[in-house]
T-cell receptor, first 109, second 114 residues
Framework: AQRVTQPEKLLSVFKGAPVELKCNYS??????LFWYVQYSRQRLQLLLR??SRESIKGFTADLNKGETSFHLKKPFAQEEDSAMYYC???????????FGTGTRLKVLA | DTGVSQDPRHKITKRGQNVTFRCDPI?????LYWYRQTLGQGPEFLTY????????KSRLLSDRFSAERPKGSFSTLEIQRTEQGDSAMYLC????????????FGSGTQLSVL
């Protein structure tokens, strides 16, 4: 079964603390992995994708095929990082993006 | 270019009524998706269009749901004989084939079935 699991519904951290949002996936093959973010009163938007191996707004995510994980990390959280974060996957050659249930990140002052 | 546009933003209807939502994707995007999102859940795939062709439809979607994209531009999603369980946010997203694989989402249509 194709599935994305985000075990934490809510993650609260203090400003300046490290952040790790967990994402585990189930897929028979090599999917493409993404992180989408939704800030308050804004649309869902792409944060980063594993293929690009990029750092966006200080966030990085490493694909661990052995553990089937794609955790999102940031060394020093900022208040503006408070948002809803969704992990998503797409199978190669397919159209469908499968989203996790999301994790709400709250960065406290 | 104002991004993906969805209309209406909110829809309140009585159980048993039909509703139709519209999505206008970014003009050069030939891929269009409909997703449904309920409280506490992530977006759930409903259907996908490549140009005017509907290439995939979720098995979870009952026959009461139908979507069209007649000229490969805007799309409509119709729900017939609405039920209270249809209450959700309906999201449209678009992207360009061969592009960056980045979905651009609309603001969504919030449906409430009374």
């Amino acid at each position: 079964a194709q599935r994305v699991t985000q075990p934490e519904k809510l993650l609260s951290v203090f400003k300046g603390a490290p952040v790790e949002l967990k994402c585990n996936y189930s897929y028979s093959g090599s999917p493409e992995l993404f992180w989408y973010v939704q800030y308050s009163r804004q649309r869902l938007q792409l944060l980063l994708r594993h293929i690009s191996r990029e750092s966006i707004k200080g966030f990085t995510a490493d694909l661990n095929k052995g553990e089937t994980s794609f955790h999102l990390k940031k060394p020093f959280a900022q208040e503006e990082d408070s948002a809803m974060y969704y992990c998503a996957l797409k199978g190669p050659g397919t159209y469908k993006y499968i989203f996790g249930t999301g994790t709400r990140l709250k960065v406290l002052a | 270019d104002t991004g993906v546009s969805q209309d209406p933003r909110h829809k309140i209807t009585k159980r048993g009524q039909n509703v139709t939502f519209r999505c206008d994707p970014i003009s050069e995007h030939n891929r269009l998706y409909w997703y449904r999102q309920t409280l506490g859940q992530g977006p759930e795939f409903l259907t996908y269009f490549q140009n005017e062709a509907q290439l995939e439809k979720s098995r979870l979607l009952s026959d009461r749901f139908s979507a069209e994209r007649p000229k490969g531009s805007f799309s409509t999603l119709e729900i017939q004989r609405t039920e209270q369980g249809d209450s959700a946010m309906y999201l449209c997203a678009s992207t360009r084939m061969g592009g960056y694989e980045k979905l651009f989402f609309g603001s969504g249509t919030q449906l409430s079935v009374l």
